[in-house]
DNA sequence: TGAGCGTAGTTTTTT
DNA sequence: ACTACGCTCA
């Protein structure tokens, strides 16, 4: 595998060989406004690029433009995305509209291209050139220890509340020192501040850094360090961003401080597919180039290649609900094609029966499986589809879930390679201290902390020291020191052998491997096989470093393509990707939009929710099929829940109801009766949500009562359980919500299906 | 050190 | 309903 960021100097890249007078047929073929894209290569550029409009053909074909006009070489551009799949597609196929692999040039992820920034001044951050990355799972871990140390009761704020605001203020560039009063004194009773501050100073001391790190000490190296930043500009000429709607504050200014001198800024993005808000996206980055970049031209592709018309108007209706918008006006050429089919069903069962059978139909009319895909809110719902599917014989993957790198096998594995390449590295060096068992438990371990600790110094060092002094027993002591030796010496071996035989080496020698092949479980073969794959993907790396350099920032989920099957996977992850045929089930209130949405976030989450329900829609080629469910499981309860009001939203000359409606009404009918009972009542209070539900003319076979609530009754003071809230009682009604006092909880609003009379 | 038990949490995910 | 965790006790 190559290592994406092998680079030359610019001076030595050579010049493209094609003359800039040579006829530009690579831009055939593009619309006008595609082309305009293309060709505004000076200055600051926002192309705003509707689902579906050949946004990535921009993207490429533009970089190539630039390099076969010869207005820079391969050195002097910068092509940032968020993901490292999106980075190397455009790899490839710059690479191939040039007919040869473009080398030298800086495209890659925000994080892989900051790292390397730093990587070459690491000094002025206070970090060493080979400073660990650590991953999510890392920081938690360090972030209990600190709690450790400074007796915060973990029961109140657990380590992860920690990580996450500590990770908040970094997406905004806030160092410690940068945090405001007010929000230092506010974030978790003011000691989010203080373990911010301990965090920072333990990762120097261990010569690491976090994903949020590599963006905000890169941002502190260009404001600190002039000279270096001046590099860098006269270095990039051209500058180009994709997904521009999930920039950070962080990624924003690193951007900025890049693109200041001449400002060939070409930002590409979408403020309508802006769904990760909640991991620190900035939709106002987007919705503001304009007037960070003053005479910015402004390119809006909304000719659609991918969805036929009632696809994109049900998507458009629904989106328009939305304000704060740059708006576009999606429109194409094709054919009319099929309304989107909505359709309501019993419960989540009977949905993926219902669906799961569509799927098969089609595959029986001879559509490939791998057309098709399930995009489900959650990922828990996939659970029922996988069922049905493995019932039915049908092939299917679920994308998402946990990756290779992420199991605990594989993540020792690395561990012991990481103390290897750096002796600091305190939080590998527990991982495995005893793993395989040692006799290192944790008494021994506390000893050496302490010292550590009270020395300022790694654990490494700690025992180094401590072998000198009666601090520890002598048996762990020999043990410690046993451990250490063996370290030094596979730090000599990876001097003459390649890390995939280092692996090997230390994986037989540690007894690591040996551990797994004693133990019984059903899973322990299947790690042995996981490790000799590491191994095998090792072996395409020359040096120990440029593996973990991978391993953090670039590794990621092998999907074995080839066989034909059919795709289930999250909203989220689907954004990106078209399927001929796209289902989008649990189209509820609560679950879609979800309920924490709205209570955490209001109305801007409820704006994200339907995004990404655009972000849904516009999947599809030819066919959307909607559903909902009367009943679903939420933690482990039966819950009716309504329709959501997205099923609403969906312009009604777009959509039909699917005509297997009659299937579910045996289902309906003994809800029916419930139904008569509780709309006799409907004027004691039930509220909007259900007048809504039952003045929704063109749907009225699809609403259904929610049968928790169904015996009535629901007035101030009455006394109700929620599931995740406990008891509690009825202050207020509001719509379709309930203002609930609990018990433990104190005051919520609650949506009425969720609570439970008692 | 490890099994057994009780409690809390259960949206989305990259790097 | 299910899981993951942290704690207790043998």
Not at 572 to 591: M, N, S
């Amino acid at each position: 595998m190559n290592d994406p960021f092998e680079l030359t100097d610019p001076s030595e890249d050579p010049r493209p060989t094609t003359p800039a007078e040579r006829p530009a047929v690579y831009l055939d073929g593009l619309n006008e406004s595609q082309r305009e894209a293309v060709e505004a290569t000076e200055g600051p550029v926002l192309v705003l690029a509707g689902a579906g409009t050949g946004k990535t053909r921009v993207l490429t074909t533009r970089l190539a433009h630039i390099l076969l006009q010869g207005r820079a070489r391969p050195g002097e551009i910068l092509a940032v995305t968020f993901t490292n799949k999106a980075a190397r597609e455009m790899q490839e196929r710059v690479g191939h509209m040039l007919g040869t692999p473009v080398e030298g040039w800086w495209v890659g992820t925000f994080h892989a291209l900051a790292a390397r920034i730093l990587r070459r001044h690491a000094e002025a951050v206070g970090l060493k050139p080979n400073f660990t990355i650590l991953d999510t799972d890392d920081q938690v871990r360090l972030i209990k220890q600190i709690l450790a140390a400074r007796d915060i009761d973990t029961k109140r704020f657990p380590p992860r509340t920690f990580s996450a605001v500590i990770q908040r203020w970094k997406d905004r560039s806030l160092g410690p020192e940068k945090v405001s009063q007010g929000e230092a004194v506010e974030a978790l009773d003011g000691t989010a501040i203080d373990v911010y501050k301990d965090y920072q100073s333990e990762l120097l001391r261990q010569n690491a850094a976090d994903f949020g790190d590599l963006l905000m000490l890169c941002v502190d190296l260009f404001q600190s360090q002039p000279d270096i930043l001046k590099s860098y500009q006269r270095r990039f000429r051209y500058v180009l961003v994709d997904e521009y709607q999930d920039t950070n504050v962080a990624q924003y200014l690193w951007l900025r401080l890049l693109a200041q001198g001449h400002q060939n800024i070409c930002c590409v993005g979408d403020d309508d597919q802006s769904i990760y808000s909640w991991r620190g996206a900035e939709v106002g980055n987007i919705l503001r180039f304009e007037k960070d970049f003053p005479g910015a031209k402004v390119v809006r592709l909304e000719r659609n290649y991918r969805s036929t018309p009632h696809i994109l108007g049900a998507a458009s209706g629904l989106i328009a609900n939305n304000e704060g918008r740059l708006g576009k006006t999606l429109w194409t050429d094709l054919n009319e094609g099929e309304k989107v089919r909505v359709h309501g069903v019993w419960d989540s069962t009977e949905e993926a029966r219902w669906i799961v059978d569509d799927m098969e139909a089609r595959q029986m009319r001879g559509e490939s499986l791998a057309t098709m895909a399930v995009l489900v809110r959650t990922s828990a719902q996939t659970r029922e589809f996988e069922e049905r599917l493995i019932t039915l014989g049908i092939a299917y993957q679920v994308i998402g879930g946990l990756r290779f790198y992420e199991r605990q096998e594989i993540r020792d594995a690395v561990a012991y390679l990481r103390v290897i390449a750096q002796p600091d590295d305190d939080l590998a060096f527990q991982r495995i201290a005893n793993v395989p068992k040692r006799g290192l438990g944790d008494a021994s371990m506390q000893t050496v902390h302490m010292h550590a600790r009270a020395r300022g110094i790694s654990l490494s060092l700690a025992i180094r020291e401590l072998t000198t002094t009666d601090e520890l027993k002598s048996r762990p002591k020999k043990l410690f020191t046993d451990l250490l030796n063996e370290f030094d010496r596979w730090r000599v071996e990876a001097h003459d052998h390649s890390p995939a035989e280092l692996m090997d080496i230390v994986l037989d020698e540690s007894g690591y491997t040996e551990m797994w092949k004693l133990d019984k479980s059903i899973d322990a073969p299947g790690r042995i096989e996981n490790l000799k794959e590491l191994v095998v993907g090792l072996s395409a790396f020359d040096t120990l470093t440029s593996f973990l350099e991978h391993i953090s920032l670039v590794m990621e989920n092998e999907q074995n393509k080839g066989t034909d099957k059919v795709t289930l996977m999250t909203l989220h992850g689907a954004k990106g990707l078209e399927f001929d045929t796209v289902y989008l089930p649990g189209w509820e209130e609560g679950l879609f939009p979800h309920q924490r949405a709205l209570d955490e976030t209001g109305t801007n989450g409820l704006e994200e929710e339907r995004r990404l329900a655009y972000v849904g829609l516009t999947r599809a080629r030819k066919c959307a099929t909607v559903t909902f469910a009367a009943n679903r499981r939420i933690y482990g309860q039966w819950q009716s829940s309504l329709p959501s009001r997205f099923v609403d939203e969906l312009p009604a000359g777009h959509i039909e109801r699917a005509g297997e409606l009659g299937l579910s009404r045996g289902g309906f009918a003994e809800d029916q009766a419930v139904f008569g009972k509780v709309s006799g009542k409907a004027s004691e209070g039930y509220g909007a949500g259900w007048k809504r539900a039952q003045n929704r003319k063109p749907q009225d076979d699809l609403v259904f009562a929610p049968a928790r609530v169904s015996s009535g009754g629901l007035e101030v003071g009455q006394r109700i359980f929620h599931q995740k809230f406990g008891y509690g009682s009825i202050q207020g009604l509001d719509g379709d919500k309930l203002d609930i006092k609990f018990e433990k909880a104190g005051m919520k609003k609650v949506m009425v299906s969720f609570v439970e009379k008692v």
